[in-house]
């Protein structure tokens, strides 16, 4: 199956600056990815699919980049409710599967 | 809005069963392949079984083959997980959501718990 590793494991910044996420492939999984926002006791929320496109009412603050093996999720001038953690899930190579996610937490 | 509510998770033995619903509304449910995706505690998020808008395609991922079976009611808004045979390691809060590539949205959640 496809590995997703996700790094780093856990990411310390501070309100108002930016952050980058990155997820590794162990194969090609062309541009099927997606990212998710989870908050403990909430449902996870979709950010970004097919690697690049931001789903409903996702501010343009938040971006992600990347095909093949190498993705990037982007998010400028962090506020309070983007502190969670962060999945990414390829939907290209069957069985399809999660990275272990990225912990951003406020610094 | 577009919604989706699990129930039916709670404590079982090993062994034992459980089924699983998933009430949908705010869209065409018959239109939309379904998931279930669980995360155990501490872990990660992990893809279970899906099915295809009329119910004729179903797929599992290995370790619950076999044991699980996902089905649905379209006439009802209603997605299931059949549970048998549970284990320990079946431990997990199991999202119902909507889609097979990406998943949007997703349900809260419940809890099933495999103890005994």
């Known amino acids: 199956e496809t590995v997703m590793t996700q790094s780093p494991a856990t990411l310390s910044v501070s309100p108002g600056e930016g952050a980058t996420l990155s997820c590794r492939a162990s194969q090609s999984v062309s541009s099927k990815l997606a990212w998710y926002l989870h908050k403990p006791g909430q449902a996870p929320r979709l950010l970004i699919y097919d690697a690049s496109t931001r789903a409903t009412g996702v501010p343009s603050r938040v971006s992600g980049s990347g095909s093949g093996t190498e993705f990037t999720l982007t998010i400028s001038g962090l506020h309070s409710e983007d502190f969670a953690i962060f999945y990414c899930h390829q939907y290209n190579n069957w069985p399809y599967t999660f990275g272990q996610g990225t912990k951003l937490e406020i610094k | 809005e577009v919604q989706l509510v699990e129930s039916g998770g709670g404590l079982v033995q090993p062994g034992g069963s459980l089924r699983l619903s998933c009430g949908a509304s705010g869209f065409s449910f018959s239109n939309f392949w379904m998931t279930w995706v669980r995360q155990a505690p501490g872990k990660g998020l992990e893809w279970v079984a899906n099915i295809k808008e009329d119910g004729s395609q179903k797929d599992y991922v290995d370790f619950v083959k076999g044991r699980f079976t996902i089905s649905r009611d379209n006439a009802k808004n209603s997605l299931y997980l059949q549970m048998n045979s549970l284990r320990a390691e079946d431990t997990a809060v199991y999202y119902c959501?909507?889609?097979?590539?990406?998943?949007?949205?997703w349900g809260q959640g419940t809890l099933v718990t495999v103890s005994s």
């Open positions: 959501v909507r889609g097979i590539g990406w998943f949007d949205p």
